[in-house]
């Protein structure tokens, strides 16, 4: 066996041939959990690490080509996620997602987003030749309904709600049609992870990385690509992980900073990519945090846009407002002591 899910919740175990992505005792979230591996991948690129991902029969579809280049502060670098084939780092773990659900021979998968994640599942789903249902709020940033519609073969459902309404109405409807559940799950997780493993490898010794957080699954995902290549020998010690979210939904950035749980929060920011009330991996990024000296940062609306600004004047470069989150937090951090050495913001998102 390569590896095994294990539910977060009540410790259940799975072995792979377990088709889902949530626990059948409890609906709790799974993790991939390895077995017996020891050999550190190495490459500059997404499919150079498929050693590092579950054991799977993946079709090597282009997917991200995410440059890191240097910006105009000394110092700090920027990951474009918005270079990938959906202009989202949401490809990484669709194209895992996908290619897990046809390898147990699902024809159709159920996704709820707040835009780019539903936009990246559709595009990899097509290319599998399997039907994506779409379940977006009705709140959600046109453009992007309108790019899932350009995908053809999608379907949309709106969801009267934001987006944990859309999450518990995309998992209630996969599991009375059968369908596999997709989005911010175990799949994507590893998918995600691999990121890890390109800053690593293309930047050696980054200090810090700065990472959007909306349900978390890229900030969780990275933290577990850098627990595994400590473990694997090829890092020493993990860099500093700095969380940001927008100031007007910001569950993770309160609990952290006031040593509480987390809690449910009404989404109120235009920055609708990291607009999540209620982050599914909240918990593994508290953790991600805790363990890493970590800085949990809240940007306002208006941080946002004058960063959006500046990264267009800049470098050319035009991101949607939850997309430069990270350059934000960078230019509110920025000159504080102990955030120094190299720093790594991933920028994502090309809707605006
Ligand atoms: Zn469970």
New binding site residues.
């Given amino acids: 066996m390569d590896y095994k899910l294990e ?1 977060l ?4 175990e799975y072995d792979s041939a377990y088709a889902s992505q949530a ?1 059948a ?4 979230i799974l993790e991939v959990a390895y077995v017996g591996r020891i050999a550190m991948p190495n490459g500059r690129s997404f499919w150079d690490f498929e050693s590092a991902l579950p054991k799977g029969t993946y079709r090597h579809y282009a997917v991200g080509g995410a440059d890191i280049v240097a910006s105009e502060d000394a110092g700090l670098f920027l990951k474009l996620e918005l270079r990938s084939q959906t202009g989202s780092f949401k490809d990484l773990g669709s194209v895992i997602e996908v290619a897990k659900a046809y390898e147990y021979g699902y024809k159709d998968v159920v996704c709820a987003s707040t835009g780019n994640m539903a936009y990246s599942i559709a595009y990899y789903s097509k290319l599998y030749g399997i039907r994506a249902h779409i379940f977006i709020s009705s709140n959600a940033n046109k453009d992007k309904i309108r790019d899932i519609k350009s995908t053809n073969d999608a379907v949309i459902k709106m969801v009267d709600g934001d987006f944990n309404k859309a999450l518990d109405t995309a998992a209630l409807y996969s599991r009375k049609k059968g369908f596999f559940l997709s989005g911010d799950y175990c799949y994507r997780k590893e998918g995600q992870k691999i990121m890890a493993y390109e800053i690593m490898q293309n930047l050696p010794g980054v200090s810090n990385i700065i990472i959007p957080v909306g349900n978390a699954t890229l900030f969780s995902g990275i933290y577990k690509g850098l627990k595994e290549m400590k473990a694997y020998g090829c890092i020493k010690k993990l860099p500093r992980l700095i969380a940001v979210e927008a100031k007007g939904c910001s569950p993770v950035v309160d609990a952290f900073n006031s040593k509480s749980g987390i809690k449910y929060r009404i989404p109120k920011t235009k920055a609708d990519a990291i607009a999540v009330g209620f982050p599914t991996f909240g918990m593994q990024a508290l953790e991600g945090l805790n363990s890493t000296r970590g800085i949990a940062v809240a940007v306002t609306d208006n941080e946002l846009e004058k960063s959006k600004e500046k990264l267009y004047k800049e470098k050319g470069i035009i991101a949607e407002l939850g997309g430069v989150a990270s350059f934000a937090a960078y230019e509110k951090i920025k000159g504080q002591s102990g955030i120094n050495g190299a720093t790594v913001a991933i920028i994502s998102g090309g809707n605006i």
């Fill in positions: 539910c919740q009540c410790g259940a626990c005792r409890c609906n709790g």
